[in-house]
């Protein structure tokens, strides 16, 4: 059992995404769990199953289901996305731990893109 813990805790600790320029949005808002998780694994024409990138290099991106929509930005002009799925999921739960779960936000997730950081939005649409 031991063993186990620490085999399932090491892949965790080996990179944290970090998130800083945190703004919640809307505070009276919480969007669908449902919708959310799903939108969240619509970026980039889809992340889900065995895809662990961002596809295709593209210089901007929305994830959207129903009432839910994220929106990926370089910071850097001309920069194109390709985030991994790993950070993606850590950033919005870093995120989550500051706005709460399924609170719209701002924020800006370290790397993510070609050159510099990307900026990511949740919003009610
Ligand atoms: C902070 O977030 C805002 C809103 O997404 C964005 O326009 C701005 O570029 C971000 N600032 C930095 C330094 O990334
Ligand atoms: C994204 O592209 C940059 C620059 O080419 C590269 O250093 C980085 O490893 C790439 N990230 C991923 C997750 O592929």
């Known amino acids: ?3 186990l813990v ?3 805790a090491a892949p965790l600790s080996l990179r944290t995404e970090t998130v800083s320029n945190v ?3 809307d505070s009276s808002v919480t969007l669908d769990t449902h919708e959310t998780d799903v939108a969240l694994l619509q970026i980039c024409g889809g992340i889900s199953g065995s ?3 961002c596809q295709g290099n593209p210089t901007t991106t929305t994830g959207t ?6 929106t990926i930005t ?3 002009k001309g920069a194109t996305i390709n985030i991994s799925k790993g950070r993606w999921e850590q950033g919005i739960k870093a995120v989550a731990a500051t706005c709460g779960q ?3 936000f701002t924020a800006t ?3 993510g893109a070609s050159t510099g950081d990307v900026n990511v939005a949740l919003t009610q649409v």
Do not use: R
Request: aromatic share 14%.
């Open 1 to 3: 059992m031991l063993f």
């Open 109 to 111: 997730f370290t790397g």
């Open 74 to 76: 370089p910071v850097e």
């Open 51 to 53: 895809i662990e990138f």
């Open 23 to 25: 703004t919640c949005t």
């Open 102 to 104: 399924n609170k719209p």
């Open 65 to 70: 289901d129903g009432g839910s929509q994220f």
């Open 6 to 8: 620490s085999a399932l």
